[in-house]
């Protein structure tokens, strides 16, 4: 009987642990993708080069749990099983800006890539590579129109003060017809100088809207100069599609602060007499040192000369 019962109680456990797990690998393999992500385009052409380098990302940095597209050697014993990439299951559930959700910020046991792959471009090639294993025509034509977009030059940014605090960057683009348009979906990221570099301003990058506008409040807590001045950088995130475009604006929007001469305390890294007590001490003591021996030396030197001339004197 007892036997019985200790077979049963184990039949349970191993009915809890499987309905545990079958929960849990539920729980991981819902993703909750905001919508713009999810309907976000590939920005980078569709071509063969760019393909080719998403293979190299990805057999550096995927293929070892999700394997060969379309060869069903992914590593099936994780929970969730990471999926094979390469299936028209797959194919059809994922969207370009879904897929470059989950290899950018990863969930559960999947990691995410932001760090270890940096340049969102490079993750892009991913998507290339990954969705080459499917019917994509609509992929060939966003590479068309996103080819056609402009770059870096045709890009113009300003940056523009807004009530209660807001610092805006204002970006324009040129369209086919030459006429200047705002530009969407650009990410702005804002600064303020410092002493030792730059401070970022808000939570992360911001995106342009319908207007081409990026704004963020200005901190109400942030020390300016004495007049509460403080010189803010703005700067488009995206280096690779659009070149380097920034723009700097000064706004009295800071805390007044006079600014304290770091030289003027008694510190390791001042100079002269501002150096600590105890390091002007020790120098002086150990120059003090120095002098006493050559001293010394001197003394000593002049003895034997004495005492060598006497008794030449006294043996001539």
């Known amino acids: ?120 471009n490079e993750r892009w090639y991913i998507v290339h590579y990954i969705r080459s294993f499917g019917d994509h025509p609509e992929d060939a034509e966003v590479a068309v129109e996103e080819a056609a977009k402009p770059a870096g030059s045709k890009i113009e940014m300003s940056v523009e003060l807004g009530a209660d605090s807001t610092l805006m960057a204002r970006i324009l683009t040129t369209d086919s017809t030459g006429a200047k348009v705002p530009a969407v979906g650009v990410e702005v990221s804002f600064f303020a100088k410092r002493y030792f ?25 942030l020390p300016g100069d004495s007049t509460g001045l403080v010189q803010v950088f703005v700067q488009v995130k995206d280096v690779d599609t659009y070149g380097k475009v920034e723009a700097e604006q000064a706004v009295q929007w800071g805390i007044s602060t006079v600014p304290k001469n770091l030289l003027d305390d008694r510190t390791l890294w001042t100079i002269g007499w501002n150096a600590p007590l105890w390091l002007i001490i020790t120098y002086a003591g150990i120059l003090g040192i120095v002098f006493i021996i050559l001293g010394v030396v001197a003394l000593n030197v002049k003895k034997m000369k004495e005492l060598g001339d006497n008794y030449n004197a006294k043996n001539p």
């Open 1 to 120: 009987m007892k036997y019985a019962i200790n077979n049963r109680g184990k039949a349970l456990a191993v009915v809890a642990l499987a309905l545990a797990s079958l929960a849990f690998a539920t729980a991981q393999s819902q993703w909750d993708i905001p919508e713009a992500e999810a309907q976000a385009l590939n920005p980078t052409p569709l071509t063969p080069e760019n393909v080719e380098a998403g293979k190299l990302l990805y057999e550096k940095n995927c293929q070892s749990c999700h394997g060969n597209p379309g060869k069903g050697d992914n590593l099936a014993v994780l929970i969730p099983p990471p999926p094979d990439l390469g299936t028209a299951e797959f194919q059809e559930a994922n969207t370009p800006g879904m897929i470059f959700h989950k290899v950018t910020n990863g969930m559960g046991t999947m990691p995410s890539f932001k760090l270890s792959i940096a340049s969102d």
């Open 197 to 221: 570099g730059m401070l970022p301003i808000g939570e992360g990058a911001v995106k342009t809207n319908a207007q081409g506008l990026a704004s963020v409040k200005f901190p109400s807590d």
